[in-house]
């Protein structure tokens, strides 16, 4: 493991892989390699019982990618398998267009509002938006760059997105009244969460709803109108969109229709 995160040192995910092996070391670290099997799998994920699978199976993913490597460089005479944890049926929380309406009709402060379209309008998430500063805001191309120039890319891909009519007008408003460097703005300051002024809109609204839900609404939205997953995997910054059509395929209703019809008899 130390060999491996020494040769990825300049990989994107650098960080999420020190993070995940932080938290497996314990566990992993005199394992010998002839005790790596299926059951040692097992044991870790009991051990891990308080965290999501999605977790382990983060951590995993590093230990095994380090096998791997191991063994293309002959560190080790093949690299063992390792048994990843079960995920559960994914559950997308997401709001119809009507309810996207009346949450921002109840949405008091400005800069909530904006927080909300701006979100449904990228399918960006929510340190993205909060981060985003007017030059980041292209009108002249109609393009939105949510990574900003100093970030560097991380597994949290920020994507370039285009803004279509009723989000350029939205943002063409705020940007004539603004009074900083930030998009979402309160009081000249940068705004670091919306979670409170967010929950209240939603009381206001009856609705129970989170800001990363109107993440998972843009991507619903989009293939409810049979966007293909690949643009929409682009959009929400997936660097696979084999992640895309696993959570978003289901709400597409043209998707596999293809594969349907050669099924007629």
């Given amino acids: 493991m130390r060999a491996y995160l020494k040769a990825r040192a300049g990989m994107l995910s650098i960080k999420r892989a020190e993070v995940a092996w932080k938290a497996a070391q314990e566990f992993w670290d005199k394992l010998p390699i002839g005790r790596v099997d299926i059951q040692a799998s097992e044991d870790y994920r009991a051990r891990r019982a308080h965290c999501r699978a999605i977790t382990v199976r983060n951590e995993l993913a590093v230990i095994r990618a380090a096998l791997n490597w191991a063994a293309k460089h002959k560190m080790i005479t093949a690299a063992p398998f390792i048994q990843m944890p079960k995920l559960p049926a994914s559950q997308v929380g997401h709001l119809s267009k009507a309810d996207f309406r009346k949450l921002v009709d109840a949405a008091v402060r400005p800069h909530v509002q904006l927080f909300m379209k701006l979100a449904v309008g990228t399918g960006a998430r929510s340190n993205a938006l909060l981060d985003l500063k007017w030059d980041q805001v292209d009108f002249a191309r109609g393009l939105i ?113 293809t594969a349907a019809d050669a099924l007629e008899w």
């Avoid at 670091?192 to 989170?210: D, I, Y």
């Avoid at 998972?216 to 660097?239: K, N």
């Fill in 145 to 257: 760059t949510l990574n900003p120039v100093d970030r560097v890319q991380t597994s949290k891909y920020r994507a370039t997105v285009p803004m279509n009519a009723q989000l350029r007008a939205t943002l063409e408003e705020a940007k004539a009244g603004a009074l900083s460097d930030y998009v979402i703005e309160h009081g000249l300051e940068k705004i670091g969460s919306v979670k409170k002024g967010f929950a209240a809109a939603c009381v206001r609204a009856g609705l129970k709803a989170t800001p990363h839900m109107l993440r998972h609404s843009a991507a619903v939205w989009m293939a409810e109108q049979a966007v293909p997953m690949t643009q929409i995997a682009q959009f929400l910054g997936h660097t696979d969109s084999r992640i895309t059509e696993r959570v978003y395929a289901r709400f597409a209703p043209q998707f596999l229709s």
